[in-house]
């Protein structure tokens, strides 16, 4: 939320012999009690000017009351201790490290404060200077000892118990908690000015939020500790009523200059597509396959995104909407030699190469007769991945640029680098955990723009979808096709590994097919699991008596697909695989899996890993082995086989700040919201986002300038809102 930007860079302004006057864009070394030498360490934290001072906001806060008493201290146990400074020294360490020990003399007793190899600190402590102290206390020869505590230090007359909470800042290499604060205070203090109010007086009556000065100061020096929360909320809600009109404006503007193909889709097109599938639609595919056939039918881009649990049956939705906007003909388009006006063109992007060939497939079997159950459908479908000869990339890129290729599949590198289209109707991006709002276009000529149907399978909670993407609309599918059973998954200690093996083989004798997946070498944290030596093991071991594949990243495109091809024709009964199988794979014969290292996997990675067993007519079972101690993502990967909820676990072990995609995709990180903890918020800033847009699109009342400058220096450059500034 840097505010820089927007205070001109009046310091520069002549200010004669005297101090020129302070403002926001003041440079923090004109401050009194910063310095240039201090100023140069905070620039490191991107902290240069007043405003930004003020606009780095705490990540914690410690309990500096002082309050405790010696007496009460407990060894390992955070305590915050008043007293004044009785002695100073520094001694040499058995190591030759340096050690400074301050010793301070509390109302019921004695205490030390050392720090190590930290000689600045020294000049910091003067003796009768009265300070407080925070940090775990430890028991060191027969003394408490508190090893590079906290420190306030008090001035003359301030009362420890002044202000009680102290602001916790993040820092950068070489900035210490010390800088930052004194920088920070000496803002408040010396300051002079304050940013102005952003949010409209409005919102902050009816939400009972703190305005900005205030807010300001009870983040950085709460008066108690309500106040920390009442300041954190106003500011997390500014920064989601920021991002939801940001994207909201973002999305406008792309409607506005974009047209797309409107696709007629009646009943009689959805009964013959409906007729090529071999099994009905469930109901959550058909009602979502209406909403999206609805927004194809608008002459605006579709921005949609498709989210269900792996196995819920994604692909089955897309290919439906892809049969869907290649049964539309262009209007007004030169007929073709055989009488018809052209058709619309679809394209699948998938990650992979293999889930590339998978959908290719899956969709010629679609199209065609089916042993006689449906008419052969006359419509082309081009593959473009890599491991195609030139030759035959180039005939497949004309065919793509003259319309004649009607479906294409293929991986997103290459059709969004080199395909150019005629007639794009529709955009499918399968499998897509890593887009942002940023960078979702594919090219064409001409003036239309395709529709966007993005899907994945890393669920995402309602309210962190909304907060990401506020700008798509979102789809659920959340029903399971009938007959799903839920992955039998088991915690698998390492010492169980013989047992679990024992219980494998016998699975297999039953006539199952499985998988083992191994971490990538890389991947790995003991660098002990590649996949060729596990293969090998296996092969000579425990998995002896079988036909064994193996398939990792580094295997030619086209032999990963013959491999897959194998296990797929019950050639082989064991595949040995890195996660290059955690997307998409679709083999209902294989109904068992193993997990080796499964602690070097994420949450979302090992949920994607089992969903390749949870297909079939049997009910797929899951060993994850892993080293002894604590693994809380195996843990909750073994407690649940639901998706969303795992999605939840996920965002809570990885904490705060590093959302789904977002990093990734380059949009900037939340600096303070917490969007499942803010659950609440995000909803309310989301209405009031659409509210206000509803009656201000442009946000041109002038009491909304400060919000509409700020919305631009930090979202503009993203997501190309440079206009609204
Ligand atoms: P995902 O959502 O993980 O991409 P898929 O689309 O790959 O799931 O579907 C998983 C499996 O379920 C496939 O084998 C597919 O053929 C099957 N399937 C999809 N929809 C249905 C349905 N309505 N009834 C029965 N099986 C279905
Ligand atoms: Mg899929």
Same mark, same amino acid.
Request: charged share 25%; net charge neutral.
């Given at each position: 939320?840097?505010?820089?930007?927007?205070?001109?860079?009046?310091?520069?302004?002549?200010?004669?012999?005297?101090?020129?006057?302070? &403002?926001?864009?003041?440079?923090?070394?004109?401050?009194? #009690?910063?310095?240039?030498?201090?100023?140069?360490?905070?620039?490191?934290?991107?902290?240069?000017?007043?405003?930004?001072?003020?606009?780095?906001?705490?990540?914690?806060?410690?309990?500096?009351?002082?309050?405790?008493?010696?007496?009460?201290?407990?060894?390992?146990?955070?305590?915050?201790?008043? #007293?004044?400074?009785?002695?100073?020294?520094?001694?040499?360490?058995?190591?030759?490290?340096?050690?400074?020990?301050?010793?301070?003399?509390?109302?019921?007793?004695?205490?030390?404060?050392?720090?190590?190899?930290?000689?600045?600190?020294?000049?910091?402590?003067?003796?009768?200077?009265?300070?407080?102290?925070?940090?775990?206390?430890?028991?060191?020869?027969?003394?408490?000892?508190?090893?590079?505590?906290?420190?306030?230090?008090?001035?003359?007359?301030?009362?420890?118990?002044? &202000? =009680?909470?102290?602001?916790?800042?993040?820092?950068?290499?070489?900035?210490?908690?010390?800088?930052?604060?004194?920088?920070?205070?000496?803002?408040? =203090?010396?300051?002079?000015?304050?940013?102005?109010?952003?949010?409209?007086?409005?919102? /902050?009556?009816?939400?009972?939020?703190?305005?900005?000065?205030?807010?300001?100061?009870?983040?950085?020096?709460?008066?108690?500790?309500?106040?920390?929360?009442?300041?954190?909320?106003?500011?997390?809600?500014?920064?989601?009523?920021?991002?939801?009109?940001?994207?909201? +404006?973002?999305?406008?503007?792309?409607?506005?200059?974009?047209?797309?193909?409107?696709?007629?889709?009646?009943?009689?097109?959805?009964?013959?597509?409906?007729?090529?599938?071999?099994?009905?639609?469930?109901?959550?595919?058909?009602?979502?396959?209406?909403?999206?056939?609805?927004? +194809?039918?608008?002459?605006?881009?579709?921005?949609?995104?498709?989210?269900?649990?792996?196995?819920?049956?994604?692909?089955?939705?897309?290919?439906?909407?892809? /049969?869907? %906007?290649?049964? %539309?003909?262009?209007?007004?388009?030169?007929?073709?030699?055989?009488?018809?006006?052209?058709?619309?063109?679809?394209?699948?992007?998938?990650?992979?190469?293999?889930?590339?060939?998978?959908?290719?497939?899956? /969709?010629?079997?679609?199209?065609?007769?089916?042993?006689?159950?449906?008419?052969?459908?006359?419509?082309?479908?081009?593959?473009?991945?890599?491991?195609?000869?030139?030759?035959?990339?180039?005939?497949?890129?004309?065919?793509?640029?003259?319309?004649?290729?009607?479906?294409?599949?293929?991986?997103?590198?290459?059709?969004?680098?080199?395909?150019?289209?005629?007639?794009? *109707?529709?955009?499918?991006?399968?499998?897509?955990?890593?887009? #942002?709002?940023?960078?979702?276009?594919?090219?064409?000529?001409?003036?239309?723009?395709?529709?966007?149907?993005?899907?994945?399978?890393?669920?995402?909670?309602?309210?962190?979808?909304?907060?990401?993407?506020?700008?798509?609309?979102?789809?659920?599918?959340?029903?399971?096709?009938?007959?799903?059973?839920?992955?039998?998954?088991?915690?698998?200690?390492?010492?169980?590994?013989?047992?679990?093996?024992?219980?494998?083989?016998?699975?297999?004798?039953?006539?199952?097919?499985?998988?083992?997946?191994?971490?990538?070498?890389?991947?790995?944290?003991?660098?002990?699991?590649?996949?060729?030596?596990?293969?090998?093991?296996?092969?000579?071991?425990?998995?002896?008596?079988?036909?064994?594949?193996?398939?990792?990243?580094?295997?030619?495109?086209?032999?990963?697909?013959?491999?897959?091809?194998?296990?797929? *024709?019950? =050639?082989?009964?064991?595949?040995?695989?890195?996660?290059?199988?955690?997307? @998409?794979?679709?083999?209902?014969?294989?109904?068992?899996?193993?997990?080796?290292?499964?602690?070097?996997?994420?949450?979302?990675?090992?949920?994607?890993?089992?969903?390749?067993?949870?297909?079939?007519?049997?009910?797929?079972?899951?060993?994850?082995?892993?080293?002894?101690?604590? &693994?809380?993502?195996?843990?909750?990967?073994?407690?649940?086989?639901?998706?969303?909820?795992?999605?939840?676990?996920?965002?809570?072990?990885? @904490?705060?700040?590093?959302?789904?995609?977002?990093?990734? &995709?380059?949009?900037?990180?939340?600096? /303070?919201?917490?969007?499942?903890?803010?659950?609440?918020?995000?909803?309310?800033?989301?209405?009031?986002?659409?509210?206000?847009?509803?009656?201000?699109?442009?946000? %041109?009342?002038?009491?909304?300038?400060?919000?509409?400058?700020?919305?631009?220096?930090?979202?503009?450059?993203?997501?190309?809102?440079?206009?609204?500034?």
């Amino acid at each position: 939320m840097s505010t820089s930007d927007d205070a001109s860079r009046a310091d520069g302004a002549p200010g004669g012999r005297g101090e020129p006057p302070r &403002s926001l864009a003041t440079r923090l070394e004109r401050l009194p #009690g910063v310095g240039s030498a201090r100023a140069r360490r905070l620039e490191r934290l991107g902290l240069v000017t007043v405003a930004d001072a003020l606009m780095h906001f705490p990540r914690d806060y410690r309990d500096f009351s002082g309050a405790h008493a010696v007496g009460d201290l407990v060894d390992g146990e955070h305590a915050s201790l008043a #007293g004044t400074v009785a002695d100073v020294g520094t001694r040499t360490t058995a190591r030759g490290g340096q050690m400074l020990v301050v010793r301070l003399a509390c109302a019921d007793g004695g205490v030390r404060a050392v720090w190590f190899n930290m000689p600045f600190m020294a000049r910091r402590f003067a003796v009768g200077q009265a300070v407080v102290i925070a940090g775990q206390p430890r028991r060191s020869g027969g003394k408490w000892e508190f090893a590079h505590p906290e420190v306030r230090w008090l001035g003359a007359g301030e009362r420890h118990d002044a &202000s =009680e909470w102290l602001a916790v800042y993040p820092l950068a290499d070489g900035v210490q908690q010390w800088h930052v604060r004194a920088a920070v205070q000496a803002a408040l =203090e010396h300051g002079a000015e304050l940013p102005p109010e952003a949010l409209p007086a409005g919102i /902050l009556a009816a939400k009972g939020l703190l305005p900005i000065a205030e807010a300001l100061r009870e983040i950085h020096c709460p008066s108690a500790r309500p106040m920390i929360d009442a300041a954190r909320r106003r500011f997390v809600y500014q920064e989601l009523f920021m991002l939801q009109l940001a994207l909201r +404006m973002h999305r406008a503007q792309q409607q506005r200059r974009r047209a797309a193909p409107a696709i007629p889709c009646d009943a009689r097109v959805d009964g013959r597509i409906r007729a090529r599938f071999p099994f009905d639609l469930t109901a959550a595919q058909g009602r979502v396959c209406a909403e999206i056939v609805a927004d +194809m039918g608008r002459p605006e881009p579709m921005n949609r995104l498709l989210q269900g649990d792996v196995g819920s049956g994604k692909t089955a939705v897309a290919l439906y909407c892809v /049969l869907a %906007a290649v049964a %539309a003909r262009v209007p007004g388009a030169p007929a073709a030699p055989s009488g018809r006006a052209p058709g619309y063109q679809a394209a699948i992007m998938a990650p992979t190469e293999l889930l590339a060939r998978q959908h290719a497939a899956t /969709l010629e079997h679609l199209l065609g007769d089916q042993g006689g159950r449906v008419p052969r459908a006359e419509l082309p479908v081009e593959l473009l991945v890599g491991g195609q000869s030139a030759a035959r990339r180039r005939a497949s890129l004309e065919r793509i640029a003259s319309g004649e290729a009607r479906i294409v599949v293929g991986t997103q590198a290459l059709l969004a680098g080199e395909a150019r289209f005629r007639n794009l *109707a529709l955009v499918v991006i399968d499998e897509q955990h890593r887009f #942002g709002v940023v960078q979702r276009g594919l090219l064409q000529e001409g003036h239309t723009d395709p529709h966007t149907l993005l899907m994945t399978a890393t669920p995402i909670p309602r309210t962190v979808a909304h907060a990401v993407y506020g700008d798509l609309d979102v789809s659920t599918l959340d029903e399971q096709p009938p007959g799903r059973q839920p992955v039998a998954t088991y915690r698998v200690e390492r010492e169980q590994t013989d047992a679990w093996w024992d219980f494998f083989r016998r699975k297999l004798r039953d006539g199952r097919q499985g998988y083992v997946v191994v971490p990538a070498v890389e991947e790995s944290k003991r660098g002990l699991e590649s996949v060729g030596s596990a293969y090998e093991q296996l092969a000579n071991g425990a998995l002896e008596e079988f036909r064994l594949g193996l398939v990792h990243g580094r295997l030619p495109a086209r032999r990963k697909a013959e491999v897959m091809e194998a296990l797929r *024709a019950g =050639e082989i009964d064991v595949l040995v695989a890195t996660s290059v199988i955690e997307v @998409g794979i679709d083999v209902p014969r294989a109904t068992l899996m193993t997990i080796l290292d499964a602690d070097s996997f994420g949450l979302a990675q090992l949920h994607q890993l089992r969903g390749r067993v949870a297909r079939g007519a049997a009910r797929g079972i899951c060993g994850a082995v892993a080293g002894p101690g604590a &693994s809380p993502r195996v843990d909750a990967f073994v407690a649940t086989t639901d998706g969303f909820a795992l999605a939840e676990q996920d965002l809570l072990l990885r @904490g705060p700040g590093d959302l789904v995609g977002a990093r990734q &995709s380059g949009a900037p990180p939340m600096y /303070l919201a917490d969007l499942l903890r803010d659950a609440e918020v995000v909803a309310e800033a989301r209405r009031d986002a659409i509210d206000l847009f509803q009656r201000d699109p442009a946000l %041109a009342d002038p009491a909304l300038d400060r919000l509409r400058h700020l919305i631009a220096a930090r979202w503009g450059d993203t997501l190309g809102l440079a206009r609204i500034g």
